[in-house]
């Protein structure tokens, strides 16, 4: 069984930072591209990183480039977004997803449970 | 506000069909694959659609998908209470190099 399972969430003031896992069980971690995708309380989805299966290709939402880092390790079934100089609007449930490899970035087949991300003072 | 456009809202009686559009532009749906999601309040997104009009296994023939020029369409027939939920678009756009999300249509089965 798939499983996506993310932690690291939780209440830090504006300026500090977190730093959140994706650990990925049930299927082979290094063939498959990953997403993080967060949700502001009440509001839509919003994307916000990208790196393939290898790591070699990243991108990232204007909103959080040069704040945010997104990372994997490959031998640990595990995804990681590094978030630095934290924002009130960066409050939201961060989610991982996956996307299956040789289809578009925006397949995401499958998703974690989430994480919730508090910034406040 | 959200790159790619949906209405806020839709609504059907059970059985009917719905359609939910999503309009973009040349630089993301024009030219890239379309994918829609559906949310339950308090859970996660669920994958619908992809590559425009694509069933992942497990998804009913109820749920359509469709694509012409900057806009795209999700069509769900039969409609149940089970429906009831958030529907997102989602496409790649190759100016920003990001994924973009339309605002979300929620969907009232009456």
């Known amino acids: 069984e798939v499983q996506l399972v993310e932690s690291g969430g939780g209440l830090v003031q504006p300026g500090g930072s977190l730093r959140l896992s994706c650990a990925a069980s049930?299927?082979?971690?290094?063939?498959?591209?990953m997403n993080w995708v967060r949700q502001a309380p009440g509001k839509g989805l919003e994307w916000v990183s990208y790196?393939?299966?290898?790591?070699?290709?990243?991108f990232y939402a204007d909103s959080v480039k040069g704040r945010f880092t997104i990372s994997r390790d490959n031998a640990e079934n595990s995804l990681y977004l590094q978030m630095n100089s934290l924002r009130d609007e960066d409050t939201a449930v961060y989610y991982c997803a996956r996307v299956p490899g040789m289809t578009s970035r925006t397949t995401m087949d499958y998703w974690g449970q989430g994480t919730l991300v508090t910034v406040s003072s | 506000q959200s790159v790619l456009t949906q209405p806020p809202s839709v609504s059907a009686a059970p059985g009917q069909k719905v359609t939910i559009s999503c309009s973009g532009s040349?630089?993301?749906?024009?030219?890239?694959?379309v994918s829609w999601y559906h949310q339950l309040p308090g859970t996660a997104p669920k994958l619908l659609i992809y590559?425009?009009?694509k069933r992942p296994s497990g998804i009913p023939d109820r749920f359509s998908g469709s694509k012409s020029a900057t806009s795209a369409t999700l069509g769900i027939t039969g409609l149940q209470t089970g429906d009831e939920a958030d529907y997102y678009c989602g496409s790649w756009d190759t100016s920003l190099t990001a994924v973009v999300f339309g605002g979300g249509t929620r969907l009232t089965v009456l």
């Open positions: 049930g299927f082979t971690f290094n063939n498959y591209n």
């Open positions: 790196i393939n299966s290898g790591g070699a290709t990243i």
């Open positions: 590559e425009n009009n």
């Open positions: 040349n630089s993301n749906i024009a030219n890239n694959y």
